[in-house]
């Protein structure tokens, strides 16, 4: 079963406004991380937000925030004012226990235009 | 901020050769990075988890005779692709987490990549 499951192979959203990107997740574990990570073309990793399960506030860094649903098992990552820069890969991946291991979802194409 | 730094960031090279590719931290110390694969248009895939002073541990279907890691110090980790083959040929990354510091305190920092292209 997929641990991590990001249903939009691809978005659009215009420059200047918000843009939703959805992650559930799967897990057994008490204890777990989620993250959100961007992959420009050139094909680095970005580490953007993070979300311990015992976190009770939605995380926030700047534009991204992390809309964190415990009970439904989801963390979309949501970012406000879209900028042409943000155009790349997205990625949502989760950590489970005290492990460091990451499992990644297959990711989020997001296209900004003009 | 933490920095993860890989190298070379491309090669290309004949089949047969055997390739490394080296991860460092630079300004902490990793007891434990990580090695992942991707194809184009796909998902990071975790090959293995390389452990200082150990052996690395290799995930399912990923063949430990081919790709061979050696994590010799704190900062320095690397992953080698023996007699690589046009199949081997993927972008290859690396991650680590300064060891200093609880896991839940802050992410994998990745390095830039490696782009291996076997002819």
């Known amino acids: 079963a997929q641990k991590i499951t990001q249903t939009q192979p691809g978005m659009f959203v215009q420059e200047k406004e918000a843009v939703t990107l959805d992650c559930t997740y799967d897990?057994?574990?008490?204890?777990?991380?989620l993250f959100w990570y961007k992959q420009p073309s050139s094909g680095e990793m970005i580490f953007l937000i993070y979300?311990?399960?015992?976190?009770?506030q939605n995380a926030t860094e700047g534009r991204y925030s992390l809309n964190f649903q415990k009970a439904r098992k989801s963390a979309n990552l949501v970012i406000s004012a879209s900028q042409l820069g943000d155009s790349a890969m997205y990625f949502c991946?989760?950590?489970?226990?005290?492990?460091?291991?990451?499992?990644f979802g297959t990711g989020t194409r997001l296209q900004v235009f003009p | 901020g933490a920095v993860v730094s890989q190298h070379p960031s491309w090669v290309i090279c004949k089949s047969g050769t055997s390739v490394k590719i080296e991860c460092r931290s630079l300004?902490?110390?990793?007891?434990?990075m990580f090695w992942y694969r991707q194809f184009p248009k796909q998902s990071l895939m975790l090959m293995a988890t390389?452990?200082?002073?150990?052996?690395?541990?290799?995930e399912q279907g990923v063949e430990k005779d081919k790709f061979l890691i050696n994590h010799a110090s704190l900062t320095l980790s690397t992953l080698t692709v023996t007699s690589a083959h046009p199949e081997d040929s993927s972008f290859y990354i690396c991650?680590?987490?300064?060891?200093?510091?609880?896991?839940?305190?802050?992410?994998?920092?990745f390095g830039d990549g490696t782009r291996l292209s076997i002819l």
């Open positions: 991650s680590a987490r300064d060891s200093g510091r609880k896991v839940s305190d802050q992410p994998q920092h």
């Open positions: 897990t057994s574990d008490q204890s777990y991380g």
């Open positions: 979300q311990g399960s015992y976190d009770e």
């Open positions: 991946a989760m950590r489970e226990g005290d492990t460091d291991k990451l499992i």
């Open positions: 300004d902490f110390q990793a007891t434990t």
């Open positions: 390389s452990n200082e002073g150990s052996k690395a541990t290799y």
